[in-house]
């Protein structure tokens, strides 16, 4: 029997520091009170400064660990919804955020992981999404997807037991790709990711990407493409170079170093593993 999702069955599961309040909730909710939806926070914090809830809907672990990726997976033990949404502490909702979700996965029912879009708080698009629903993504797909823009059901996540990576992510060893890699995970294990391009969110424009000089960013390169081989490293290094060559990113004289450091972040990643 097909399950027809419905609302309540939905929870936003959200990463965050060092609150004490939950008034960050209200400019993200901005078309209705907070506890109208299941929401499950996890505050990296200390002991003294615990965050906690007068609300049923909204659920809080004060975690005493640092880095989002582990945030993210306390979030994903701790989670009670048939459909997870990833979520951050600095965007904005849709006021049909819920409905979209809820209508994709019960159109998609073959899927184990949709991904939506998102804009930026101008109103474009945060970068160029398929016009239609995408079932079959590539590597590119996949590797330009944000954490934001992830829903999955917590079933097939528990059956399966898939994480973030811990040495990806901010404040990890390697500061990004953890996106990438969680997805590339469940591909692994034949299961159905597609992107169903209807906004949810707003978010700024600014990302991990743009604080990293290239040197850093081939650094993460170099341990991603190592994490998740199936797909070539040098190959993957290679066209990384030549899309970011054509954007821009880095110039010919760089190139040699962007090479050298990619191998570094890929034996450092190695080393990490023994």
Same mark, same amino acid.
């Given at each position: 029997?097909?399950?027809?999702?419905?609302?309540?069955?939905?929870? &936003? %599961?959200? =990463?965050?520091?060092?609150?004490? *309040?939950?008034?960050?909730?209200?400019?993200?909710?901005s078309f209705s009170h907070f506890s109208n939806f299941s929401i499950l926070i996890i505050n990296q914090t200390q002991p003294d400064k615990l965050l906690v809830s007068n609300y049923p809907?909204?659920? &809080? %672990?004060? =975690?005493?660990?640092?880095?989002? *990726?582990?945030?993210?997976?306390?979030?994903?033990?701790?989670?009670k919804g048939e459909i997870i949404l990833i979520a951050d502490d600095d965007e904005v909702f849709k006021e049909d955020f819920e409905n979209t979700i809820l209508e994709a996965h019960n159109k998609y029912q073959e899927a184990q992981s949709i991904c939506f879009a998102i804009d930026d708080f101008s109103g474009f698009l945060f970068k160029k999404y398929p016009s239609t629903a995408k079932t079959r993504l590539s590597f590119l797909d996949i590797s330009n997807i944000l954490s934001i823009e992830i829903s999955f059901k917590k079933a097939a996540l528990d059956q399966l037991n898939i994480k973030f990576d811990t040495n990806f992510g901010i404040g990890s060893p390697f500061a990004m790709g953890e996106e990438a890699i969680f997805l590339s995970d469940w591909r692994k294990q034949k299961q159905s990711v597609i992107i169903v391009p209807k906004v949810i969110a707003s978010h700024s424009r600014f990302s991990t990407d743009n604080k990293l000089n290239f040197k850093q960013r081939y650094y993460v390169q170099g341990a991603f493409l190592t994490r998740i081989s199936k797909y070539g490293y040098y190959k993957g290094?290679?066209?990384?170079?030549?899309f970011d060559l054509k954007q821009n990113k880095v110039k010919l004289n760089q190139l040699f170093a962007a090479i050298k450091s990619a191998n570094k972040g890929k034996l450092d990643f190695i080393q990490m593993q023994k």
């Amino acid at each position: 029997m097909i399950k027809e999702f419905k609302k309540g069955d939905l929870e &936003i %599961v959200l =990463s965050t520091m060092d609150r004490d *309040s939950l008034d960050f909730l209200i400019p993200m909710f901005s078309f209705s009170h907070f506890s109208n939806f299941s929401i499950l926070i996890i505050n990296q914090t200390q002991p003294d400064k615990l965050l906690v809830s007068n609300y049923p809907s909204i659920r &809080i %672990v004060n =975690s005493f660990e640092k880095g989002l *990726s582990k945030s993210r997976n306390t979030g994903f033990k701790n989670a009670k919804g048939e459909i997870i949404l990833i979520a951050d502490d600095d965007e904005v909702f849709k006021e049909d955020f819920e409905n979209t979700i809820l209508e994709a996965h019960n159109k998609y029912q073959e899927a184990q992981s949709i991904c939506f879009a998102i804009d930026d708080f101008s109103g474009f698009l945060f970068k160029k999404y398929p016009s239609t629903a995408k079932t079959r993504l590539s590597f590119l797909d996949i590797s330009n997807i944000l954490s934001i823009e992830i829903s999955f059901k917590k079933a097939a996540l528990d059956q399966l037991n898939i994480k973030f990576d811990t040495n990806f992510g901010i404040g990890s060893p390697f500061a990004m790709g953890e996106e990438a890699i969680f997805l590339s995970d469940w591909r692994k294990q034949k299961q159905s990711v597609i992107i169903v391009p209807k906004v949810i969110a707003s978010h700024s424009r600014f990302s991990t990407d743009n604080k990293l000089n290239f040197k850093q960013r081939y650094y993460v390169q170099g341990a991603f493409l190592t994490r998740i081989s199936k797909y070539g490293y040098y190959k993957g290094v290679f066209l990384k170079l030549f899309f970011d060559l054509k954007q821009n990113k880095v110039k010919l004289n760089q190139l040699f170093a962007a090479i050298k450091s990619a191998n570094k972040g890929k034996l450092d990643f190695i080393q990490m593993q023994k």
